[in-house]
């Protein structure tokens, strides 16, 4: 049978101890494993980002990642921007992995997706190079698609 050693302790260091454990269950929560290790085994389907005509859907700018990223705790900062008065459409975002067979993210970042982008700061992933997918639409079906290219160390 298992052990409890209980500890006296002052009202203040309970209040503490409280606390912290309080912060570090909240960071836990928010935290995210957003590609797993035996996804990122998988054949790479690494694509070229190339120019594409005009388009007329929403902008999507990249703020996080860029370059190199801490494997453990990685931002995941994506900006959508309306064009022309037409409003982003939420539930048409999607976020592929780029393997072969490309891996759907699109439910893992769901509750931090947002008319205005995708907000994620404590995503992990796993030490490597990564490509990943979005796509985002107006409420026009307008579709825009940026690669987002990290390393994770």
Not at 12 to 41: C, H, N, P, V, Y
Not at 96 to 108: G, H, I, Q
Not at 139 to 151: A, C, N, V
Request: charged share 25%; glycine share 10%; no cysteine.
């Amino acid at each position: 049978m298992p052990r409890i050693l209980v500890v006296p302790v002052s009202k203040k260091s309970s209040r503490m101890l409280l606390a912290l454990l309080g912060s570090f269950l909240a960071a836990q929560a928010w935290a995210i494993d957003l590609i797993t290790d035996a996804e990122a085994r998988l054949p790479s389907a690494y694509a070229e980002g190339k120019r594409a005509g005009l388009t007329r859907g929403p902008g999507i700018e990249v703020q996080s990642p860029s370059g190199a990223v801490d494997k453990g705790a990685m931002a995941l900062k994506v900006g959508f921007k309306p064009r022309g008065g037409v409003a982003i459409d939420p539930k048409s975002v999607r976020v592929v992995y780029m393997k072969s067979p490309a891996v759907d993210l699109t439910e893992r970042v769901r509750t931090h997706v947002s008319e205005s982008g995708i907000a994620i700061d404590g995503a992990r992933v796993p030490a490597g190079e990564h490509q990943l997918k979005v796509d985002v639409a107006d409420t026009e079906g307008r579709i825009s698609s940026k690669l987002i290219s990290f390393k994770a160390d």
